[in-house]
């Protein structure tokens, strides 16, 4: 907790601070009295965690990555029908940039002021070094995808905020695999930490991969591209990485930094507040009193409030073979009180169900942002796109999808369309409510043909970006508006 929190933290409690309290500004504090010590170097890096996980509760990463795709629908509470009836426009719009620039800001005051700080161990010093330029990255990489251009900042704000012009999504992606190689030339050695919840080499590969991935189908990087993700991926140390023969145990609490997890965002009970889980489990408002006994069953402890829901049309792309179904999802059935015949009544998420604790469900599961089969799908898609034979990990996932039916459910490589759908739509079932789909429809070019809502607007591709919000763009005079809103 960093001077200032604490501060605060005492006046809410004990209720005793004076109205001319003087607080130091955070800069002051950062630049003099607080970069001293590994202490304050580890408090620094823990608040870059802190800032990155109030992304995840408060949705935004969630609204970016999966809610205008085609894999949500609206549920029983009023909820952000703007996203997946894909109706935002810049007086309406989705989530903005300013938490994302606070992480940022983070990882610069990090880059800025560590190295005048002596380590005992220099190689704990270069972690640190190295988690802020993988954490900048990453969130530069979210906010180019979502919003195109935008400014790069590479310093700390730290007197008169300076306005800054946007800067073209290739410089943006420049320096999002500068920082990418910085990050992995300084980790000092290959291993997941404890928890698997902060950047690691491995999961930096990964991300290498995704970025490169990404460069190369969108923006004309074309088989150089390609062959760096796949290298990146192929550096990675599988042996502390395995699928989890329960699927629905990866996301539980009381499994958290399991061994298919490569990078998470922490939450922790008491410690902080709902994730995205909260918004598509069941209230005790929405009970019918016809539901049968094996629907409570399922329910058990109700809590959130259902505004979303997987939708329909991906709900039945789910085989009932298929283990992952009944754990991204369940499906609730009323009795017909005269014929004793079950109807189906809708769906709530299984996946990030949360905890249940003195009665009440808490929503702090851990949210995943990479797992080993992020290594092994973008791994059959960069193969792919090379050209090679993609079957391997697409079986290693269903082999612990479909069990003792994996010899129903074998993939066999076909044309490089026909893998590319069957890659796609593996990492629909695979990442159902992970916060993916989005960014995967723009990935592989079908967002026109599979999203409902966007079906016919093909020649509107300025909706694959999100609008910038007016109260953003008031701050900073030299930002437009992103074209078409």
């Given at each position: ?10 006046c ?14 955070i ?17 620094a ?58 992480i940022i ?90 928890g698997?919840n ?15 991935l990404?460069t ?34 990866v ?16 939450f ?22 016809l ?8 329910i ?24 992952r ?30 905890l ?14 990479y ?27 269903r082999e ?6 994996i ?79």
């Amino acid at each position: 907790m960093n001077y200032i929190k604490l501060i605060i933290f005492i006046c809410v409690v004990q209720n005793s601070c004076t109205s001319n309290l003087n607080l130091k500004p955070i800069s002051n504090i950062s630049s003099t009295s607080f970069w001293q010590t590994e202490d304050d170097a580890y408090g620094a890096l823990y608040g870059m965690y802190d800032n990155f996980r109030a992304q995840a509760e408060n949705q935004n990463l969630f609204y970016l990555g999966e809610a205008r795709s085609d894999a949500l629908e609206a549920s029983y509470a009023t909820g952000p029908n703007k996203y997946w009836d894909n109706i935002l426009d810049a007086s309406n719009p989705g989530p903005d940039w300013r938490g994302l620039y606070r992480i940022i800001h983070d990882a610069n005051l990090i880059i800025k002021y560590l190295h005048g700080i002596e380590f005992r161990v220099e190689g704990d010093k270069n972690n640190i070094l190295a988690q802020a330029y993988a954490m900048r990255a990453y969130t530069y990489y979210i906010m180019t995808k979502s919003w195109g251009g935008v400014p790069i900042i590479l310093n700390p704000t730290e007197g008169e905020f300076e306005h800054t012009s946007k800067n073209s999504p290739e410089e943006v992606f420049t320096q999002i695999k500068d920082d990418i190689e910085i990050s992995l030339k300084l980790f000092s050695n290959n291993e997941i930490p404890n928890g698997r919840n902060k950047w690691s080499l491995p999961s930096v590969n990964v991300m290498k991969a995704d970025v490169y991935l990404w460069t190369g189908k969108l923006m004309n990087g074309g088989t150089p591209d390609f062959q760096i993700a796949l290298d990146a991926l192929e550096s990675i140390n599988i042996e502390p990485l395995s699928l989890l023969d329960d699927f629905g145990s990866v996301f539980n609490y009381d499994n958290k930094g399991n061994s298919e997890i490569l990078m998470a965002i922490n939450f922790k009970l008491f410690e902080s507040g709902s994730n995205w889980g909260a918004s598509s489990y069941m209230h005790p408002s929405y009970i019918s009193p016809l539901f049968d006994n094996e629907t409570l069953n399922k329910i058990g402890v109700m809590g959130g409030s259902p505004s979303y829901t997987v939708s329909d049309a991906v709900r039945s792309k789910f085989s009932l073979d298929d283990q992952r179904r009944d754990q991204t999802f369940f499906e609730m059935y009323t009795k017909d009180p005269n014929t004793g015949e079950s109807n189906y009544h809708g769906s709530f998420s299984k996946k990030y169900d949360g905890l249940v604790d003195g009665g009440v469900r808490t929503f702090v599961d851990d949210i995943i942002i990479y797992r080993y089969p992020d290594l092994l799908l973008l791994k059959a898609e960069v193969k792919n796109a090379l050209g090679l034979d993609p079957s391997t990990e697409i079986n290693q996932i269903r082999e612990r999808a479909y069990g003792d039916r994996i010899e129903e459910y074998i993939f066999v490589s076909g044309s490089q369309e026909e893998n590319n759908q069957a890659i796609l739509e593996e990492r629909l079932l695979e990442f159902t409510l992970e916060g993916k789909r989005w960014w995967d429809l723009i990935r592989f070019e079908k967002v026109f043909e599979l999203v409902p809502t966007l079906q016919g607007k093909e020649d509107q591709d300025y909706l694959l970006l999100f609008p910038i919000p007016e109260s953003t763009l008031s701050l900073n005079t030299k930002i437009n508006q992103n074209p078409g809103y």
